[in-house]
């Protein structure tokens, strides 16, 4: 599958459900039916958005980075391409991708890879394993599934790029997203998306500027 499949969406942002804005560096949780459709809008470009997703149902059921990667044989998503879940099943399918390229293998940054990558006095700064930990610990959505960091997989980089080199290390380049940019995706199943707006200063991922984006929900289509 093409990693650059540019599909325009038709829907009116004037018709959607939710639309909100997620500040930068701040988590944001939500609920989404089957059949709805979600986007996730880069407004400002280059602005990684670490996301996981489970099963509105069963929260061991959750996003899987090895199905979604071995089923489609490709490490970058796009349009076209469906989010597996650890059971197998799919829980997701991008319809609508104005980036074209997505991330699946980097991961979220966190203290300890922060510390690791570029230096000791990096510890403090603001993760996206903390966005993480923090929804999980006090957001009601995560609490009435009784969720913890027991529960966090590998997750997606949408918007980010993480070119794969010839003998296999990954490299933190340049963003391909531009203000506006967007990924669009409609719901297999029932499902909750946890997402951190990626705060990391430590590499061009955001720019070395985080900032908002924007997320819209669509009624079942």
């Not at 489970?54 to 796009?78: F, G, K, V």
């Not at 929804?135 to 590998?154: Q, T, Y």
């Amino acid at each position: 599958m093409s990693t650059h499949n540019l599909v325009e969406s038709t829907l009116n942002p004037d018709l959607a459900v939710v639309n909100e804005v997620c500040a930068a560096g701040e988590p944001w949780v939500k609920e989404i039916k089957k059949g709805q459709v979600f986007r996730i809008v880069d407004l400002e470009g280059n602005q990684a958005v670490d996301t996981l997703f489970y099963s509105a149902h069963d929260a061991t059921e959750r996003y899987s980075a090895s199905d979604t990667i071995s089923r489609q044989h490709s490490l970058y998503l796009t349009a076209g391409s469906k989010l597996y879940s650890n059971f197998g099943n799919v829980m997701l399918t991008i319809t609508a991708d104005t980036c074209g390229r997505h991330d699946t293998v980097g991961g979220a940054c966190a203290a300890e890879s922060n510390t690791t990558r570029y230096a000791l006095e990096k510890y403090p700064m603001h993760s996206c394993r903390d966005n993480f930990l923090h929804a999980l610990a006090h957001d009601p959505v995560c609490e009435r599934f009784g969720m913890s960091k027991r529960d966090i997989p590998a997750n997606i980089n949408f918007f980010m790029n993480v070119p794969v080199t010839e003998a296999g290390n990954l490299e933190f380049a340049d963003g391909v997203s531009a203000p506006g940019k967007y990924v669009e995706m409609q719901a297999e199943m029932d499902v909750v998306v946890l997402i951190s707006n990626c705060p990391q200063l430590n590499n061009p991922c955001n720019a070395y500027n985080p900032t908002p984006i924007r997320l819209l929900v669509w009624p079942r289509m």
